[in-house]
């Protein structure tokens, strides 16, 4: 199986690659407006927009939605779908390895989400061997934190991380992305922390802060 994907560029000849991973019940449109948002100078961007599978999410009664894996309880750090994330980390790869078939380097691409789709970045970049250009979570958190001290890779130790959270997040909990954050630094990688007045959402301002992350942290 292949993840069917939205494609955008932002100009031609591309110089990197950001697969942007979409959050529970939503899919790879969810995030295409905010392309506009990084039209960088000098810097065009392919932005890849994969569309998670649909499975039964028991959270919501069972309901068949798109997600890279299963909801089990409200405290979604302590009852985890490993089994789901394991399947969704392996269609993620086959995606990414798409990208290098077509031409790019690991050091090109960068790993972005919104809560589940966050989730997976955090998860997929500290499980690998290869070093990608950096890693972008919003709203998310470690899915299976025990990883990051028992079987996590430093490859990426030094590839910028940005995490940003709402202070008022319902959803994911602003004190579990913090948590996260701060295991993520005493394993040993490079987070840039940023919080926001916000719910579960994305905001322009923080849109705004990625921009200029990109361009201070990315750009070559």
């Not at 299963?70 to 979604?76: G, Q, R, T, W």
Request: charged share 15%; no cysteine.
């Amino acid at each position: 199986m292949n993840l069917d994907t939205v494609v955008r560029q932002t100009g031609d000849n591309p110089k990197a690659v950001i697969i942007w991973l979409h959050g529970l019940g939503a899919d790879g449109n969810d995030f295409v407006p905010v392309v506009p948002e990084f039209s960088i100078k000098d810097f065009p961007v392919k932005f890849v927009f994969p569309h998670a599978p649909k499975i039964p999410v028991t959270i919501n009664g069972g309901m068949v939605m798109r997600a890279w894996y299963d909801i089990l309880a409200m405290d979604i750090d302590r009852h985890i779908d490993e089994n789901g994330i394991n399947g969704s980390v392996n269609l993620i790869n086959k995606l990414i390895d798409e990208q290098i078939s077509q031409g790019f380097n690991y050091d090109q691409i960068i790993l972005a989400g919104f809560s589940q789709g966050a989730a997976m970045s955090l998860h997929i970049s500290t499980q690998s061997p290869h070093n990608f250009a950096g890693v972008i979570a919003l709203s998310g958190y470690l899915p299976v934190p025990e990883q990051i001290i028992d079987n996590a890779n430093s490859s990426n130790h030094n590839t910028p991380y940005f995490m940003g959270h709402g202070t008022q997040d319902p959803v994911v909990p602003y004190q579990l992305g913090k948590t996260s954050s701060e295991t993520m630094i005493k394993a040993g990688y490079t987070i840039s922390w940023h919080q926001y007045p916000i719910q579960h959402g994305v905001s322009m301002e923080e849109l705004s802060d990625i921009n200029q992350w990109i361009i201070n942290k990315i750009k070559k």
